[in-house]
């Protein structure tokens, strides 16, 4: 692949082997499209057009977003021919505070289902730990009550938030980002919708 990158009005060119991630993505449950990004740059990515050579599109896309960078960190992008990619695959459950108290050995979760000891599936109201609203906040009234900031909007955000909690598949969701990036204000504006 070939780059040329326009800076303070010279051109600098660049040609080598770069490694380049394609990632398919589901829009809805019945919608997918392709994306392809660099591995040191997965937030900069770009919709595969799948009838169009990639090597094409890399290096239009490259262009535009290589521009701000610096020789040296424009040179570590290259492959030197040996780059390869492992697929791990793991779960992990980590503890909670609760879990760790000595004696304990229920979940915060007990409210929410049945102790399979019980013919019903019922936990008895004697044994009930109400715990779950001691750590955790219903958001849904607070915006109710009008003590739910709204926040500026984020229609792409908000919209891919609202495929995730909202589809006819439910997934699990975490947001993730650097402090004031806006996760809450996010979650906030879902919420208000």
């Known amino acids: 692949m070939e780059v040329n990158l326009r800076v303070n009005g010279g051109k600098r060119r660049y040609r080598g082997l770069c490694p380049l991630i394609v990632e398919p993505r589901w829009a809805s449950n019945t919608r997918r499209f392709v994306i392809a990004y660099h591995p040191m740059d997965q937030g900069d990515w770009f919709p595969l ?10 290096a239009l896309f490259f262009q535009k977003v290589w521009f701000r960078l610096e020789e040296d960190e424009v040179q570590t992008r290259w492959s030197n021919g040996k780059d390869f990619l492992k697929i791990l695959s793991f779960r992990a459950k980590t503890k909670s ?4 108290l000595p004696g304990r050995r229920n979940t915060i979760w007990e409210d929410l289902s049945g102790d399979p000891a019980h013919k019903d599936g019922k936990i008895p ?3 009930k730990h109400y715990r779950l609203p001691k ?8 915006a109710l ?10 229609a792409p955000y908000r919209e891919r938030l609202r495929q995730l909690l909202g589809g006819e598949r439910k997934r699990s969701v975490l947001l993730v980002g650097p402090s004031g990036s806006g996760k809450t ?7 208000h919708v």
């Open 185 to 191: 204000t996010l979650l906030y504006r879902w919420i």
């Open 135 to 142: 750590i955790g906040v219903n958001l849904t009234s607070r």
């Open 49 to 58: 057009q799948e009838d169009e050579p990639l090597d094409q599109q890399a």
């Open 145 to 154: 009550e009008g003590g739910l900031p709204g926040g500026l909007p984020r």
């Open 97 to 100: 505070l609760i879990d760790q």
């Open 125 to 127: 109201e004697e044994k």
